[in-house]
């Protein structure tokens, strides 16, 4: 039995990848055939799928040579040449190539050269005796090969493409998809034996392939990403760019492996984040906009490294040790908002506990400039003792909060919470929001301060007018972050109220104690929040009694919901009218105005829906007859159904009263 694999005449690689496959199937099957399959029966099963073209990906027909019998140097008819230029375009082997498995790829040729080809392939094209719809049909694809080719490319010597030549490679796309009726099928052309010779050193997998709708669908959407990532470069502010990362990171259909590769490019290009500063510049510019600003701390020296210092030395290297630990932390994030939804939360689960670390270090550095500048304590609520702003650490502590907020809203996006947990995950959501805001209003007040004695200082009138202008800009994007926050705060305090009321009634619960109890739901809902210090995630208890709120009786909390769902219904009609940068720049950032602003007009869609249904259950609180329908009819919409105004806020469908 242990040398099935030998007498089969495959490497045991493949042995293993076939016998692995068998157990996934076997894993879908009813219990009984589980059992049957238990233990020894599984490796003998693979046995028998050996050869089994179904299972086995490397099984050879009879007669069949292991080598790759198609000559692509042969001549092809134009009718072939045209098949063959159209069935590329929906083969797809790899996402990410993180294993090469020997194989060379085409870095060797430069992207000049290919489009050298290219031209002339087209100019000897128009020379040809050819059909003229087969001549008309193999330009379109030569060009729109090369228009792709050189569009893309323009990254590479730092210049954006206009958004004219994206609209033209579209026309050649649909000029491609128009003339693919002329193609003729060439047998033999595309194959699995690729997948045969890397079955030696990896299982093998089926060849991807889709269909032709499904590939003009793709490269057009494609295209739209791409234009959207060189939209992203319009951003003129390190904040700015961070929303654009995050409209681009959440767009529904999800951005491909191309365009969230060319922008994660952007983020380290030729030294430069964005093509804009350097990664110790940019992190200055978001201390700036939001805890430092017109601060003395940052000075920006001459010398080659570009590093930060001040004139008092310890002060300097508390700034340089600042920067070492940021520099490239702070960029991560905008990095991982270049991964896949999936990879995004969990990437943010690790750097919540990296942050959380940083901002206990950070602290110390905040106490060392505190002493060596001699500062002064302000009050900061009235009847506490008086305190220090905490610049560093209040930044880095914002920015976790962001991270946090975001985890955890991600969670309602891919449908990790079951329908009973969603109460629970709001509220904590809504309480995260609420220390946020507080958060927010302490760096605000911080910053008037600094405002009002930069006013009164003995500065000359240009440094005022500098020193005040940076403050009020820093206000400004406070305020901005303070709104979007205020309104994501309501509306999941509304739906918490909502869910509440509902489990009240028998909906949406817990379907018995067979797999999960509450508390196993809390450990693994509170695992990747557990490592921070700082907000400490509630108790098992707490969560319990806030998530339930058992002293509010169903009447008081329809109420609550009802003035929630209405604060939230002008929060979010406050955050409509801004933008999602501070200073516009050009046309080509319209694209983004369109998506952020299509992103809170579906938050403003999912407010007033939850205030309607707060407007049901207080009309359907005490009928019985509604109460038994609700239990059978109720639902949550899924991602892209109707009823779904957006991934973060599922407001439940319920029955008319």
């Not at 093509?275 to 992190?283: A, K």
Request: hydrophobic content about 40%.
């Amino acid at each position: 039995m242990a040398f099935a694999w030998k007498a089969a005449g495959i490497t045991y690689n493949r042995y293993l990848a076939i016998a692995a496959r068998v157990v996934r199937r076997s894993l879908k099957e009813g219990p009984r055939l589980q059992a049957e399959r238990r233990g020894e029966m599984d490796l003998r099963f693979a046995k028998w799928q050996i050869g089994d073209r179904k299972m086995d990906s490397g099984a050879l027909e009879p007669g069949e040579t292991l080598d790759e019998d198609f000559d692509i140097e042969e001549d092809f008819l134009p009718e072939e040449l045209i098949w063959l230029m159209d069935e590329m375009l929906n083969r797809e082997e790899e996402d990410f190539t993180t294993q090469l498995f020997n194989r060379e790829l085409l870095h060797r040729f430069s992207a000049e050269s290919i489009s050298d080809i290219a031209t002339e392939a087209i100019e000897a094209l128009e020379e040809s005796d050819l059909d003229l719809n087969q001549q008309s049909a193999i330009s379109a694809r030569l060009n729109f090969r090369n228009d792709v080719l050189e569009t893309l490319m323009q990254h590479s010597i730092g210049q954006t493409p206009p958004s004219s030549l994206f609209s033209f490679i579209h026309d050649s796309l649909k000029e491609t998809q128009n003339t693919h009726h002329l193609g003729v099928v060439v047998p033999g052309a595309f194959s699995t034996k690729l997948q045969r010779r890397l079955a030696s050193t990896v299982p093998p997998r089926p060849m991807v392939t889709v269909s032709m709708d499904e590939a003009w669908n793709f490269w057009h959407q494609m295209l739209d990403d791409c234009k959207n990532v060189f939209s992203v470069q319009q951003a003129t502010h390190g904040q700015d760019l961070i929303t654009a990362y995050q409209i681009f990171a959440y767009s529904s259909p999800q951005p491909s492996t191309y365009p969230r590769a060319l922008l994660q490019l952007f983020l380290n290009f030729e030294g430069r984040v964005a093509n804009r500063n350097e990664p110790v510049y940019f992190l200055e510019e978001d201390l700036q906009s939001l805890t430092l600003p017109a601060s003395q701390l940052l000075t920006i020296s001459d010398n080659a490294c570009g590093r930060l210092h001040n004139g008092n030395q310890q002060v300097a290297d508390c700034m340089r040790r600042f920067v070492d630990q940021f520099e490239q932390t702070f960029i991560n994030v905008y990095r991982a908002l270049c991964l896949n939804s999936c990879r995004i939360r969990r990437t943010f689960c690790h750097a919540l506990v990296e942050w959380d670390v940083l901002q206990g270090q950070v602290e110390e550095l905040d106490s060392t400039i505190q002493e060596a500048l001699h500062e002064r304590p302000t009050q900061y609520l009235p009847g506490s003792p008086p305190t220090y702003a905490f610049s560093l650490s209040s930044w880095v502590y914002h920015h976790k909060l962001n991270l946090l907020r975001l985890t955890i809203q991600m969670g309602f996006d891919q449908m990790i919470y079951a329908p009973h947990e969603m109460a629970g995950m709001y509220w904590y959501l809504s309480t995260v929001c609420d220390i946020h805001l507080s958060h927010l209003e302490r760096i605000s007040h911080f910053v008037t301060v600094k405002d009002t004695e930069m006013k009164r200082s003995s500065m000359n009138a240009g440094s005022k007018s500098k020193a005040a202008g940076e403050c009020k800009a820093a206000l400004d994007r406070l305020y901005r972050q303070y709104a979007w926050v205020k309104a994501t705060q309501l509306l999941a305090g509304t739906l918490h109220g909502i869910f509440v009321v509902l489990q009240r009634h028998g909906v949406f619960v817990r379907q018995g104690p067979l797999y999960s109890s509450d508390l196993l739901r809390y450990e693994i809902r509170m695992k990747p929040f557990h490592p921070l210090s700082i907000p400490l995630p509630p108790t098992a208890e707490d969560f319990a009694t806030q998530t339930d709120v058992p002293d509010l009786t169903t009447e008081k909390l329809l109420d609550q919901a009802t003035t929630m769902a209405a604060s939230a219904k002008k929060a979010w009609e406050e955050v409509s009218r801004t933008s999602w940068n501070v200073f516009p720049k050009g046309e080509e950032a319209l694209v983004l105005d369109e998506k952020w602003n299509a992103d809170v007009k579906s938050c403003l869609k999912a407010a007033i829906a939850a205030g309607l249904s707060v407007l049901t259950l207080k009309k359907a609180n005490n009928n019985e007859e509604w109460r038994a329908r609700a239990r059978k009819e109720a639902r949550l919409p899924g991602l892209e159904e109707k009823g779904r105004w957006h991934p973060w806020w599922i407001v439940p469908q319920l029955p008319a009263v």
